[in-house]
C-alpha cells in the first residue's frame, strides 16, 4: 500500500460497472482505495500526492483471470507476470492450500508483489482419479493432504471432511473434479451450503447435473459442458470420459466441430444455465495452443514465461521423452492422458469455432461469461498474456467490447463474491487500476498497451514485473 495519496489527471475512466466511460476524468487514491472519481476540473490533486498524467489515457479496472492454477505457473516466480500484464487478480483453481493460502495471505500483507489469489482449494477428484502418477504434478498423494494439488474423494465420508477441513485451512472457494460422480458432487454442494462459491470441471458428472445440484460456476467449455451440447452420438460413456478416452482432443474436437447449437436440447441447456445464476469460465484460450488450432502458439508474451514454469515444462517434456521411449522398448501404448494426437486442422477450426458461438449464445441470453485462462495447467498458455488473448476471442466471439471489459473485471468480481471490494473504478473500492495508452473500445488488443498497473494503490512499471518473472523471483 502507498502511504502518500495517488492521483491519475484528466483519463477517459472505464469504471467497470456498465456505464460508459468518463472523459476529463481524474481519480485519487488514498490508504489504497479509491476516495474519488470526479470531473477533472471538479478534483484537483492533493499536496504531496504522487501524479500520473492521464491525459490522453484509459484507465479501467485491473483484470481478473478466474482460472490459472498458481502453483504449476511457477509459483512465486508467475506473481510478477501476471501483475506486468495488468493482471491484479487470479482465482486458483488447483493448488495445495498448505502453499497457496499462505501465499495469498503474505500478497495480501504487502510482503510479496503480485496479484491478489483467490484459492479454490485443490482439485477435488473422485476413484478412479483423472490424473495418475504418470501426471506429473498433479499425481495425486492419495487422500487428503494439505499439501496435495489433488484430494481423492472416494466416498461420503471423505467428502464432508474434506469441506470441513478446507474451510478450515481458510479457502476462497472450491473446485469439483472430473473425476466425481453425480452423487458426490450433490453431497459437496449441500454440504457447502452457500457458504463459499463452489465451481466444477467435470466429466463423469453432466453440467446440467451439476446445475440441477447448485454449482454456482463451471469450467471449460470444451469439456465440461461437452455432453450437454454435443449430438448424442457423440457423447462419451459416463466413466470414459475426461482421462480415460485415447486421444481425447481429438474426441472432443469431433463432437464440438458437430455440434448442432440450434437443437431443442442445446436451447433448454442454455435456459438452465442462465435461469440458475450459474457462471461460465470457458478458458476458450486454452484450445489454440495446439489442442483444436493453433494461434496462441505465435503469442509474443510466450518469451516472458516466468522461469518455474519454463523449468516445469522442461521437466515434463524430459519426462514425457523417457515414457515414449519405455513404452517402446516395452512395446506398450501410452498411457490415455499422454496419447492425444494432434487436432485435424479442419476439426479443430470448427469445433473452435462453434465454441465461440455458444459463448455469444449464453452471453445474448443474459448468462455470465468471464474471461479465464487455465494457464499452468494449460500447455502454451503464459500468466496474463494469455488472458489478453481471451478477451479477443470474447470480442471475436460478438460480445462488445465494453461487456467483454466488463465480464474481465466488475463481472468477475461478481462471481468470486468480492464486487464490494474489487473489479471497478468506484469510490471505496480498493485502487487496483490500469492505464492504458491505447482505448480497448476501439480495438480490444489495446489492453495489452500497458502504461502502468496499480494494485492496492502502488504504481508499478510493467517491463521490470516482466524481467523479474523470466528470472525467478
Known amino acids: 500500500m502507498n502511504d502518500r495519496p495517488l492521483f491519475i489527471r484528466n483519463a477517459t475512466v472505464f469504471d467497470g460497472t456498465g456505464s460508459p466511460p468518463q472523459p476529463a476524468t481524474s481519480v485519487l487514491v488514498e490508504a489504497g482505495r479509491i476516495a474519488a472519481v470526479a470531473p477533472a476540473r471538479q ?13 490522453g489515457r484509459f484507465v479501467m479496472p485491473g483484470l481478473i483471470d478466474m482460472h490459472v492454477h498458481v502453483e504449476l505457473s511457477g509459483g512465486e516466480d508467475a506473481l510478477p507476470a501476471w501483475l506486468g500484464t495488468g493482471v491484479t487478480s487470479v482465482r486458483d483453481v488447483g493448488g495445495a492450500p498448505a502453499n497457496l493460502v499462505p501465499l495469498r495471505d503474505a500478497i495480501d500483507a504487502g510482503e510479496k508483489v503480485g ?21 506429473g504434478a498433479l499425481a495425486p498423494r492419495g487422500g487428503t493432504e494439505p499439501d496435495s ?14 469441506v470441513d477441513e478446507l474451510i478450515a485451512h481458510g479457502v476462497d ?21 452457500g457458504r463459499l462459491p463452489v465451481t ?9 447435473e451439476a446445475i440441477e445440484a447448485g454449482i454456482d460456476c463451471l469450467e471449460h467449455v470444451h469439456a465440461t459442458i461437452y455432453q450437454d451440447i454435443v449430438p448424442p452420438e457423440y457423447r462419451h460413456p459416463r466413466e470414459e470420459g475426461n482421462g480415460f478416452i485415447p486421444n481425447y482432443w481429438t474426441w472432443l474436437n469431433t463432437g464440438w466441430a458437430n455440434a448442432d447449437l440450434g437443437a431443442d436440447y442445446v436451447r433448454r441447456f442454455v435456459e438452465l444455465l442462465v435461469s440458475r445464476g450459474v457462471a ?64 485435424d486442422s479442419e476439426t479443430g477450426v470448427r469445433a473452435r469455432a462453434n465454441q465461440l458461438e455458444f459463448l455469444r449464445m449464453v452471453f445474448d441470453a ?18 496474463g498474456f494469455s488472458l489478453h488473448r481471451e478477451l479477443a476471442l470474447f470480442v471475436e466471439a460478438g460480445i462488445p467490447a465494453a461487456d467483454v471489459l466488463r465480464l474481465a473485471t466488475h463481472g468477475a468480481a461478481t462471481v468470486l463474491r468480492k464486487a464490494d471490494e474489487i473489479g471497478s473504478v468506484t469510490v471505496g473500492k480498493r485502487a487496483d487500476m490500469l492505464v492504458l495508452t491505447n482505448d480497448p473500445l476501439e480495438d480490444i488488443h489495446a489492453t495489452r498497451s500497458i502504461d502502468t498497473v496499480i494494485k492496492e494503490g502502488v504504481a508499478y512499471a510493467p517491463q521490470p514485473l516482466l524481467e523479474r518473472a523470466v528470472a525467478g523471483a
Not at 284 to 311: C, F, S
Open 43 to 55: 478534483l484537483p490533486a492533493p499536496a504531496g500526492a504522487e501524479v500520473i498524467d492521464g491525459t
Open 149 to 162: 494439488l489433488t484430494w481423492l474423494i472416494p466416498d461420503a465420508a471423505t467428502a464432508e471432511r474434506a
Open 173 to 193: 472457494g472450491f473446485k469439483l473434479y472430473a473425476g466425481l460422480r453425480p452423487d458426490l458432487v450433490r453431497l459437496f454442494i449441500e454440504r457447502i451450503g
Open 366 to 383: 443474459g448468462g455470465t461469461v468471464v474471461p479465464s485462462t487455465d494457464v499452468g495447467a494449460a500447455p502454451n498458455q503464459v500468466p
Open 115 to 135: 496479484p491478489r489469489v483467490f484459492t479454490y482449494g485443490p482439485l477435488l477428484d473422485g476413484i478412479p482419479a483423472i490424473f495418475g502418477r504418470a501426471a
Open 200 to 208: 466444477g470441471h467435470l466429466s463423469r458428472t453432466w453440467a446440467s
Open 280 to 343: 461460465l469460465s470457458p478458458t476458450t484460450v486454452l484450445i489454440t495452443g495446439g489442442m483444436a488450432t493453433h494461434e496462441a502458439l505465435e503469442e509474443p508474451g510466450l518469451r516472458y514465461t516466468p522461469k518455474g514454469l519454463a523449468d516445469r515444462r522442461a521437466a515434463q517434456m524430459e519426462q514425457m521423452r523417457r515414457m515414449r521411449e519405455e513404452a517402446e522398448k516395452a512395446g506398450t501404448p501410452l498411457p490415455p492422458p499422454m496419447s492425444l494426437e494432434g487436432p
